[in-house]
């Protein structure tokens, strides 16, 4: 990025073309547009009154013992409020880069070659052995794994059952859990696309 002299959340558009006098030309018209580092743009104030309102309704379910209203309301708000505060923050960032670095010490283990973007962490290239070909596997929010982390955890907290502290532990196992659960799916997805037939 640094060499083309693109900061963050640029588009690009592009086409390739080699220099014969037949002029082959990849699309064979228009281009292709790719925005490496989207840009996300949160609201906090906005955010802020949703998780106020949220947390009111939360506790007028709570001291009127609407138990199935404050499960329901509680867990779902709970996981939307931690949705929007994990997207495009620290926390993604880190998840995705710490994601794209096990799969890649993992496959090289394992014979595959890959190769890490320094500047966009989570977007891992996978040679594929057949083509001699390269994709790119990008790691978001979505398949890190850390939306259904959120999800359990939400879930997890409002279940009024268990004791707050066996819910929490409950639900840090379950995320570690999901966690591997996830890197071991995206191993065999890109195992699958290293070796297609």
Not at 32 to 39: G, L, R, S
Not at 46 to 68: E, G, P
Request: with cysteine.
């Amino acid at each position: 990025m640094e060499d083309l002299q693109a900061y963050p959340a640029q588009p690009m558009r592009f086409y390739l073309s080699d220099m014969s006098p037949d002029s082959d030309r990849l699309p064979d018209q228009g281009d292709i547009q790719w925005a490496p580092f989207p840009v996300v743009s949160k609201n906090r104030s906005a955010i802020a009154v949703t998780c106020i309102i949220w947390m009111a309704i939360t506790v007028f379910f709570y001291r009127h013992r609407l138990w199935v209203f404050y499960y329901i309301w509680g867990s779902i708000g709970l996981c939307c409020v931690m949705v929007l505060l994990f997207h495009a923050s620290f926390v993604e960032y880190q998840v995705k880069k710490f994601t794209s670095m096990m799969l890649h010490y993992v496959l090289s283990s394992l014979g595959i070659v890959t190769y890490l973007f320094d500047k966009a962490p989570g977007t891992l290239l996978v040679l594929i052995k057949v083509d001699a070909s390269w994709t790119t596997i990008a790691i978001d929010i979505e398949n890190s794994g850390l939306v259904e982390m959120c999800i359990l955890f939400s879930v997890l907290i409002f279940y009024l059952v268990f004791a707050w502290r066996k819910r929490f532990l409950v639900a840090l196992t379950g995320i570690m859990g999901i966690y591997g659960i996830n890197l071991i799916r995206l191993l065999i997805v890109i195992t699958l696309i290293h070796s297609k037939p």
